[in-house]
């Protein structure tokens, strides 16, 4: 692994010998200037991670050299270093971008605390921009119907609105994420971050502390102290996908963090604030979960401030083709080969299709046509067997039993294979379907199977 490269900037050389020698010893690599002058010329030679920069300096003053340094290197962690009558100057220094800053005298474990701690973020920082930027390249809201109309209308009024509590309903795979995304670019929040998590997805026991973080040593494994989700959205967006799996221990502290932006870390004495936009998305009617008791109603009526519902792509007809020219081209750049193409008699079969996975099947029909059938024109019977009309089909079952009923038939048969495959035992059956023991008890729950 590449070691990060530290540039010590002071003019006591026995200091900066002796920070050199600590920080190469903890696997860092490091440059040092005793001068501001020569400390940005090392800069304009060859980039650093960070700079330990100090306040009083022959020449140019730290302050100066701070300046030149976030303009020339904006998002570079900058950690200045004061004497003890120069605290006041040291915190002015963070007001004008400095990440950090040092009281000398200070013990080594306090230095390499705050070097883990910047480090971190701007990683984490740069992980957000590489999936922003894989964002920005795929696929958003796409259609010209008049469903999607009149969402796109109602999305940029709440988008420029002030308010910070958003709720998303719709179908599975009817893209509530690329709304919530949509949601984000649009508002004035756009340059903050936009973080995402399912809540499904995750142990009952970790969301917590994925949600706002965790001190060193509040559970078993958290050897080092972590940055919650809570906080890297700070100025930004929040995304709780399947906000119905939040456990009930859970539920409060989240509503406490919705009534004031404040949270507390796992393991933490001292509270913190967060300016979040949440923007909540479920499949499922909170309604229903409240009078069942597996969701609170006082978050339930906090969540819903504004609430947008994700119409179905089978109301969404004359949005296939767009959506469809839209997945090929991006799937077969994916494949690097030539796209495929859809010949009439097979967008009809297509548009006579009731699309109970919504976009996201219709995008996974495209894949899978990509890899199989490369350049070629595809046939009606080069489609899936659901595509074709027939006893038993989706098309016909379409007419005789509805979409949730459909949905909740194929739930149970998936849960009842999985219990049987792990001798009934839930956890190995929660983690064989890829989510969590209580999202598993959850669903067992609703669907009457305990």
Known sequence: MMRSQIL???????FVRSMAFALNEAGFHTRSAHTGEDALTLLADE?????LLDLRLPGMHGMEVLAEVTR?????PVIMISAHGDTRAAVQAVKAGATDYLTKPFALDELLHIIDTVTDRARMQEELDYHRQRSANASG??????AMQALWQTLQRVAASST?????LGESGTGKAVVARAIHEQSPRADGAFVEINCAALPEQLIEAELFGAEKGAY??????????????HGGTLFLDEIGELPLSLQAKFLHFLENGDYRPVGATASHTADVRVVAATNRSLEEEVRAGRFREDLYFRLNVIELTIPPLRERGEDLQELLDRFIEAQAREEGCRPVTIPPETLERLQAYKWPGNVRE??????RLTILHPGQRIRPDQLPHEFHPGPGSASDQATTTSLEQKLEQTE??????ALEQTGGHKSKAAEQLGMSRHAFKRRLQRLGLI
């Open 141 to 146: 809201l796409v259609g010209s119907s008049q």
């Open 72 to 76: 020339l290197y904006p998002g570079l």
């Open 8 to 14: 010590i900037v002071d003019d006591e050389k026995s």
């Open 412 to 417: 149970r048969q998936m849960i009842r294979q």
């Open 362 to 367: 219709l995008r996974n029909l495209v894949e």
């Open 164 to 168: 910070g509590r958003v709720l998303l």
């Open 220 to 233: 078993t494994g958290a050897h080092q102290k972590r940055s919650g989700l809570v906080s890297l959205a």
């Open 47 to 51: 980039p650093a991670d960070l700079v």
